[in-house]
């Protein structure tokens, strides 16, 4: 194999390994979920490359509305879906779009994007 081969073979192993990383194996940061009046907890996330936050904390049984704002072109971002109660929304660059869940129990709920590329989690204690 001549030199340019093994640079573009490493290379490519090189970026499969970060979108691996990245899209399945990287730890985002949580947040807990502000508590509103009425008991409403509420959480902004940002769609830019992925969610924002890609973690939220919540108590259980208490309605929680995610205020979803797209801030990119890619149509990744499109779509938001919330596979454990049934939900799914359009996301049109720039505008807020809130949706409203209730973990009924404590565990994890999984929200992605339409292609589920973006990965995102609710944490119901």
Known sequence: MSTAQ???TLVGLGLIAWIVWYFWLYQRESVQAQTKEGGMQEVDVTVKGGYQP??????AGQPVR???TRREASTCGEEVVLPAFGQRAHLPENQTVPLE???AQPGEYEFTCGMNM???KIIAR
Do not use: D, K, M, S
Not at 54 to 59: D, G, M, P, S
């Open 66 to 68: 995610l205020n979803f």
């Open 101 to 103: 869940v209730t973990p």
């Open 6 to 8: 093994w640079i573009v």
């Open 118 to 120: 973006y990965r995102g």
């Open 54 to 59: 890609a973690v939220i904390e919540v108590q």
